[in-house]
């Protein structure tokens, strides 16, 4: 059984650039849920697909948008960075039947400069 | 919206029994979940309460009480590499899809 992967590990951009980050879910799950972590805190949900279809998303503006593919794979894109943006970008993959149940990634650490 | 609401910090010594307490505020409840994280690693799924009471998996064990909207994570013979941050997670009962962590309580195991 394959777990959560996620690339880059590490990724420097300067403010306003645009960044994409993926994350390839764990062999039969189909739900991809993404998480901002900030030094000292608790993931934060950005968004969920399931199916190729957003299903839910947190308080984050739209120039933070996503995908999934068919293979049930996802990419966050982040438009616009800011300073602030800078943070462990978590990527968890579930079902729907288990959907307490999430596997989370290694994650991806942005830093904006 | 949700809220969660967990102690910053707790410490104990090898092979003594600790609680992590969990309280919340939700719109629409689906039940409770605990992950762990160690510093630089992915949080790892320790446990969930869908319905009162206490459920055990090995040296862990879960705590649920829907009434009083609490929750508690409870950790017997600790080891050393028990020391990591353990989060309260719930979903959103109004945001399908959508969970809400707590900010972590980091726990220190001395020798």
């Known amino acids: 059984e394959t777990g959560v992967t996620q690339s880059p590990t590490h990724l420097i951009k300067t403010r306003g650039q645009q960044v994409t980050l993926r994350c390839s879910s764990q062999s039969g799950h189909n739900t991809v849920s993404w998480y901002q972590q900030a030094l000292g805190q608790g993931p934060q949900f950005i968004f969920q697909?399931?199916?190729?279809?957003?299903?839910g998303r947190g308080n984050f503006p739209p120039r933070f948008s996503g995908l999934q593919f068919p293979n049930y794979s996802s990419e966050l894109n982040v438009n616009a960075l800011e300073l602030d943006d800078s943070a462990l970008y978590l990527c968890?993959?579930?079902?729907?039947?288990?959907?307490?149940?999430?596997?989370f990634g290694p994650g991806t650490r942005l830093t904006v400069t | 919206g949700q809220s969660l609401e967990q102690p910053s910090e707790v410490t104990a010594v090898e092979g003594a029994i600790v609680q992590i307490n969990c309280t919340y505020q939700t719109s629409g409840f689906y039940g409770l979940s605990w992950y762990q994280q160690h510093d630089g690693g992915a949080p790892t799924f320790l446990s969930y309460?869908?319905?009162?009471g206490l459920e055990e998996t090995g040296r862990f064990s879960s705590f649920l009480s829907r009434s009083d909207s609490y929750g508690y994570l409870l950790l017997q013979e600790l080891q050393m590499k028990d020391s990591a941050s353990y989060f309260c997670a719930v979903r959103d009962g109004t945001n399908a899809g959508k969970s809400t962590f707590g900010d972590g309580t980091t726990l220190t195991v001395k020798p």
């Open positions: 309460n869908g319905l009162d």
């Open positions: 968890a993959s579930s079902t729907p039947d288990l959907p307490y149940e999430q596997y």
């Open positions: 697909y399931y199916r190729e279809e957003e299903n």
